[in-house]
């Protein structure tokens, strides 16, 4: 069956980075591309951006330019998202998602929690 | 960006009730919209996409309908299950944004 498993919980202090993870089974990976939405605290979801799993094409948010990365690792069918400069408003549940073209996520993973506290 | 204004925010609605919700975007979309169910402390579970087409699994209480800038999901005969916080995401363009929620309570 389709599964997407992320990694562990993190607190993270304000200016680090985290990188999360996102394991993939169950289907081609790089049929596919990931896409990253996060929820802090009591509030919605907010898309933070895609990758194409097979060329490695991204796109990102506005608000998360330059402080996000997206990459993927086919060899092992992980997606990775990498934030920097971390701030305490980046406290949220980061999910992965599976996507393809305008369809919509139809796969997600179980969440990760990112704590940013000093 | 698209905006995608969802309403209600909340409703409280009983068992065997038939509910709607809203989402109006702030330019069209075609049909390219999905609805999301997300219960606490779970990921959001996709129920509609295509504006009206049923993800496999979803009970046929849910539909969907609207295309352009007005949808509607709806809730035919109101279960305990379906306490939830309903979200619309409009995938026409990016980024791929999400209304902010409808939360509902079965009483």
């Known amino acids: 069956q389709i599964q997407l498993v992320q990694s562990g919980a993190e607190v993270k202090k304000p200016g680090a980075s985290v990188k999360v993870s996102c394991k993939a089974s169950?289907?081609?990976?790089?049929?596919?591309?990931i896409s990253w939405v996060r929820q802090a605290p009591g509030q919605g979801l907010e898309w933070m951006g895609w990758?194409?799993?097979?060329?490695?094409?991204?796109n990102y948010a506005q608000n998360l330019q330059g402080r996000v990365t997206m990459t993927t690792d086919t060899s092992t069918r992980t997606a990775y998202m990498e934030l920097r400069g971390l701030r305490s408003d980046d406290t949220a549940v980061y999910y992965c998602?599976?996507?393809?073209?305008?369809?919509?996520?139809?796969?997600w993973g179980q969440g990760t929690l990112v704590i940013v506290s000093s | 960006d698209i905006q995608l204004t969802q309403s209600p925010s909340f409703l409280s609605a009983s068992v065997g009730d038939r509910v709607t919700i809203t989402c109006r975007a702030s330019?069209?979309?075609?049909?390219?919209l999905a609805w999301y169910q997300q219960k606490p402390g779970k990921a959001p579970k996709l129920l509609i996409y295509?504006?009206?087409t049923l993800q496999s699994g979803v009970p046929s209480r849910f539909s969907g309908s609207g295309s352009g800038t007005e949808f509607a999901l709806t809730i035919s005969g109101l279960q305990p299950d379906d306490s939830a916080t309903y979200y619309c995401?409009?995938?026409?363009?990016?980024?791929?944004?999400f209304g902010q929620g409808t939360k509902v309570e079965v009483k």
């Open positions: 998602a599976r996507v393809q073209g305008y369809h919509p996520f139809d796969y």
């Open positions: 169950g289907y081609t990976f790089i049929s596919f591309g």
């Open positions: 990758i194409n799993a097979y060329s490695g094409k991204t």
């Open positions: 330019q069209g979309v075609s049909t390219y």
């Open positions: 295509a504006a009206s």
């Open positions: 995401q409009q995938l026409n363009i990016y980024p791929r944004t």
